[in-house]
């Protein structure tokens, strides 16, 4: 779409922070010096990953929450409280569920002080408009979870705003009713039959972001800064399948898996070092599984491997995460390949898979090897879970502190370097722990 003022500045963030106070009183960064504008006839998506404050951004740019510094300027004016001309689309809506389609639509109105006359037909007109004709009278629960979710686009169309806000409004669909979603909305956008004059999406999903973007900002985490802006200069309706729109796809996957570096381009110091992804060993075995088969060979496209193994973004990144910082695979340029010791994890047996996954996870990941280390010098070997919460919550927030944990538990006991009991949260050496620490012991005589 071509701007209609190309000069009209719609939304200007410059130099925002904002940060939460973790338990101990510490400050967590969560967004470090974000600038950010948004220009008349933009669609904007802002990609990162979990954690990286995308919601908090979004929150900060519709006035529900103040950013630590910095500034925020929408249609020119510095944003101090809950802003008129915007509105949000989340995952999924609240909607009343005693109150009918039309009703749940016309309350955006409600809260404006638009009189009833007017609201019924505004509400009727943005139900027609996002195809839901024929439901007013319905209520929420005999809709589908796709025509409850045009529901909330609705709600949000209805206050006619100048900026739209979509946070991950289409991840909580099947993908025949995202897709059919998307070109909806984009449809209305190209034929203005909205009066919107720019959004802004927060994805997780890169193809959704190329398929509706003019621009894609992503941002980094810990702590959010801007990592880089890719422009889209595709045409609608974009074809998947298009090289150019595949090239787009690989370079901001290669953008997104670009490994974080220290400011001296260093290792992170200890316990920054501590930090681990979210990622099941199962779903690690299953990647490194499907990696080495046909047609991939031990080396696969991002998006392809992505796309055969039916992963999100937020699925897919904390799992190469892991197996980078395991050494079983590398990522470069957009394409994810198996070392020699990812490719000796496939090929072995249960019992070996465990031993070879033991070394690794002993010289790769500190923070397991900083938990064995604690139960080998504890007398009786026992630790409670807490003390090493306590330890975590000293430099990661209380949520993600707990995530870290569990995914070192998770990984320590399938590699026999320590028990844990799940009513008691006692990690200890007992049980069969202690041969595993000379991995030869199980190798065949
Ligand atoms: N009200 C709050 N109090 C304390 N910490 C918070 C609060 N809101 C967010 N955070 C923290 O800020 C960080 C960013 O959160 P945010 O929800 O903005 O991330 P996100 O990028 O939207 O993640 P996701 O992709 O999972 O939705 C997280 O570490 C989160 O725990
Ligand atoms: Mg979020």
Redesign the pocket.
């Known amino acids: 779409m071509e701007a209609l003022h190309p000069e009209t500045n719609l939304l200007s963030l410059s130099k925002v922070c904002k940060s939460?106070k973790k338990t101990g009183g510490e400050e967590?960064l969560?967004l470090d010096g974000v600038n950010l504008e948004i220009n008349e006839g933009e669609i904007v998506a802002l990609l990162?990953r979990?954690?990286?404050?995308?919601?908090?951004l979004l929150r900060i740019i519709s006035g529900l929450a103040r950013p630590g510094s910095g500034k925020v300027l929408y249609c020119g004016l510095p944003v101090t409280g809950p802003v008129k001309g915007l509105a949000m689309v989340f995952q999924t809506f609240a909607l009343f569920p005693w109150l009918t389609v039309l009703e749940n639509v016309e309350l955006g109105l409600e809260a404006m002080g638009v009189p009833q006359a007017e609201r019924r037909r505004r509400a009727l007109a943005a139900i027609d408009l996002i195809g839901l004709d024929g439901f007013e009278s319905a209520y929420p629960k005999e809709l589908s979870g796709g025509m409850r979710q045009r529901v909330g686009f609705a709600r949000a169309l209805v206050v006619e705003p100048t900026l739209l806000l979509m946070d991950e409004a289409f991840s909580a669909l099947d993908v025949l009713t995202a897709e059919t979603l998307r070109t909806d909305l984009i449809e209305l956008w190209l034929e203005r039959r909205i009066p919107t004059k720019g959004i802004l999406l927060v994805s997780?999903n890169i193809e959704e972001a190329v398929l509706l973007a003019d621009r894609i900002v992503i941002l980094g985490t810990n702590p959010g800064v801007v990592l880089a802006e890719i422009k889209i200069p595709l045409e609608h309706p974009r074809d998947r399948e298009a090289t150019a729109f595949r090239h787009i796809v690989d370079q901001v996957y290669e953008l997104m898996t670009k490994r974080p570096r220290s400011a001296a381009g260093k290792a992170e110091a200890v316990p920054l070092s501590y930090r681990l992804p979210g990622a099941h060993i199962t779903q690690l075995a299953g990647l490194v599984e499907a990696l080495t088969a046909e047609p991939y060979n031990g080396r696969a496209d991002l998006p392809e491997i992505a796309d055969q193994m039916g992963f999100g973004v937020?699925q897919l990144f904390p799992l190469l995460e892991a197996l980078e910082i395991l050494g079983f695979a590398h990522t470069e340029g957009g394409d994810v390949e198996l070392t020699p010791s990812g490719n000796s994890f496939v090929d072995a047996d249960i019992l070996r898979r465990k031993v070879i996954f033991a070394e690794h996870v002993i010289r790769h990941v500190a923070l397991v090897a900083h938990i064995r280390h604690i139960l080998d010098e504890r007398p009786g070997n026992r630790a409670p879970e807490d003390r090493f919460l306590r330890e975590l919550e000293d430099f990661f927030?209380e949520?993600?502190a707990e995530k870290i944990l569990q995914v070192a538990i998770e990984w320590g006991r399938y590699a026999e370097q320590f028990a844990y009991e799940e009513g008691s949260g006692i990690l200890s050496l007992e049980n069969p722990v202690s041969f595993m620490c000379q991995p030869e012991a199980l190798q065949p005589k």
């Not at 979990?50 to 908090?56: D, E, I, Q, V, Y």
């Open positions: 939460f967590h969560v990162g979990s954690g990286s404050g995308k919601s908090t997780h937020d927030s949520d993600e």
